[in-house]
């Protein structure tokens, strides 16, 4: 799809906001721990090789992605850092992650060596074997298969460098700490049938690192918090001002007087009490923008701005307070005078979490990147 870059709608990310909240981080971390940022999903939306690069520069030593095409986009761009696939690779690319230097999760011995067979003499794959401690994902189930494929990898480490071990959290951004405790204590019988720990053993993502400091582990994945995405919405603070690193504005494009008793938008939902103001903002659904926040705001001059009418593919229409200009700013997310609406605003209204509004944002709208 192309971007369009012939409309005022844009998604400002702020380079400064994702370096900062990593260095808040790291200066965190016990000394020679690593924080790998995970750039998943375009990078939460906010645009995969820059959040690479703002990463970096603020001293992520890796990163994280969920599937092997974002792995070798970062490769293509030039990161020489290690980095690690979060989800299953099919075997059958084995070769690619050998000959691109890319981590793996691995969960199954079969995979392994379905993964062997495919190998090219000489070509090494660096394995990050997955526990599952309870979020019933993917990973080993239990010690004894643990063993095994550290078994099978040792037996075959001309194919296999088993460079990490990790385990995932279901509950870290929650107040109750018991079914965390559960995963910490199945964890802890995992490493204890390894006869060697790997070079990489790490157990948190934001959450796990913002709130639980007790977990081992000399790596985290460091994922919503880099974009200044608080893993629990509001109910848990931060340890420090986590910043929000993406910003939604559109403008006016239309603006009219409209009489009492005319309607907007599909399905006339929406009629005028009385003569008001109507703006058009050229955003939509097909944007990302959900079409379930007919109703919520946006800010329009400090002011908040109610949704009236059904958002359309690529149009949604407001009250305004008074004429504006064509022209004028509209905030979709982020502050405009005194007033903000944050990502958990529009999460909330819609129904679902910060992490899932920030990466449905399309590629229709254009990143533009600044602090640079
Ligand atoms: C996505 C993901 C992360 C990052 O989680 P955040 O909550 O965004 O920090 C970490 N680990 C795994 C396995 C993931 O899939």
């Given at each position: 799809?192309?971007?369009?870059?012939?409309?005022?709608?844009?998604?400002?990310?702020?380079?400064?906001?994702?370096?900062?909240?990593?260095?808040?981080?790291?200066?965190?971390?016990?000394?020679?721990?690593?924080?790998?940022?995970?750039?998943?999903?375009?990078?939460y939306?906010?645009?995969?090789?820059?959040?690479?690069?703002?990463?970096?520069?603020?001293?992520?030593?890796?990163?994280?992605?969920?599937?092997?095409?974002?792995?070798?986009?970062?490769?293509?761009?030039?990161?020489?850092?290690?980095?690690?696939?979060?989800?299953?690779v099919?075997?059958?690319?084995?070769?690619?992650?050998?000959?691109?230097?890319?981590?793996v999760?691995?969960?199954?011995?079969?995979?392994?060596?379905?993964?062997?067979?495919?190998?090219?003499?000489?070509?090494?794959?660096?394995?990050?074997?997955?526990?599952?401690?309870?979020?019933?994902?993917?990973?080993?189930?239990?010690?004894?298969?643990?063993?095994?494929?550290?078994?099978?990898?040792?037996?075959?480490?001309?194919?296999?460098?088993?460079?990490?071990?990790?385990?995932?959290?279901?509950?870290?951004?929650?107040?109750?700490?018991?079914?965390?405790e559960?995963?910490?204590?199945?964890?802890?019988?995992?490493?204890?049938?390894?006869?060697?720990?790997?070079?990489y053993?790490?157990?948190?993502?934001?959450?796990?690192?913002?709130?639980?400091?007790?977990?081992?582990?000399?790596?985290i994945?460091?994922?919503?918090?880099?974009?200044?995405i608080?893993?629990?919405?509001?109910?848990?603070?931060?340890?420090?001002?986590?910043?929000?690193?993406?910003?939604?504005?559109?403008?006016?494009?239309?603006?009219?007087?409209?009489?009492?008793?005319?309607?907007?938008?599909?399905?006339?939902?929406?009629?005028?009490?009385?003569?008001?103001?109507?703006?058009?903002?050229?955003?939509?659904?097909?944007?990302?923008?959900?079409?379930?926040?007919?109703?919520?705001?946006?800010?329009?001059?400090?002011?908040?701005?109610?949704?009236?009418?059904?958002?359309?593919?690529?149009?949604?229409?407001?009250?305004?307070?008074?004429?504006?200009?064509?022209?004028?700013?509209?905030?979709?997310?982020?502050?405009?005078?005194?007033?903000?609406?944050?990502?958990?605003?529009?999460?909330?209204?819609?129904?679902?979490?910060?992490?899932?509004?920030?990466?449905?944002?399309?590629?229709?709208?254009?990143?533009?990147?600044?602090?640079?």
């Open positions: 799809m192309n971007a369009g870059t012939h409309r005022p709608t844009v998604l400002k990310v702020d380079a400064q906001a994702i370096r900062q909240n990593i260095k808040q981080e790291l200066g965190r971390l016990k000394a020679g721990s690593e924080l790998f940022a995970v750039i998943k999903a375009n990078g939306g906010h645009g995969l090789t820059h959040v690479a690069k703002y990463a970096a520069e603020a001293g992520a030593t890796g990163f994280c992605v969920a599937i092997l095409d974002e792995a070798l986009e970062l490769r293509e761009a030039g990161f020489t850092q290690p980095i690690l696939v979060l989800g299953i099919d075997p059958q690319y084995a070769q690619i992650l050998a000959d691109q230097k890319i981590s999760a691995v969960g199954s011995r079969e995979w392994l060596e379905t993964a062997n067979k495919k190998l090219h003499s000489g070509a090494k794959v660096n394995v990050h074997l997955a526990l599952d401690t309870g979020m019933g994902r993917i990973g080993f189930q239990e010690p004894a298969e643990l063993k095994t494929a550290e078994s099978y990898l040792n037996e075959h480490s001309n194919h296999f460098l088993f460079e990490g071990i990790f385990t995932h959290f279901a509950t870290a951004d929650e107040v109750d700490d018991h079914y965390f559960t995963q910490v204590a199945r964890f802890k019988q995992f490493m204890a049938v390894l006869t060697k720990r790997p070079k053993v790490h157990v948190a993502n934001s959450a796990t690192s913002l709130w639980h400091d007790a977990c081992t582990g000399n790596m994945r460091f994922g919503a918090a880099t974009y200044g608080n893993p629990s919405g509001r109910v848990i603070k931060a340890p420090y001002a986590l910043q929000p690193a993406m910003t939604l504005s559109s403008a006016l494009v239309f603006v009219k007087k409209i009489k009492k008793g005319r309607s907007v938008s599909y399905g006339a939902t929406y009629t005028a009490p009385e003569d008001e103001w109507v703006g058009t903002v050229p955003i939509g659904y097909a944007d990302g923008y959900p079409r379930c926040l007919q109703g919520f705001h946006v800010l329009v001059d400090g002011q908040f701005c109610e949704i009236v009418g059904r958002i359309c593919m690529d149009q949604l229409m407001i009250r305004l307070p008074k004429a504006y200009a064509p022209g004028t700013e509209v905030v979709l997310v982020g502050k405009s005078g005194q007033r903000q609406i944050s990502l958990v605003d529009v999460a909330e209204q819609a129904g679902t979490i910060n992490y899932e509004i920030a990466c449905s944002f399309s590629e229709r709208i254009p990143r533009v990147y600044v602090n640079d």
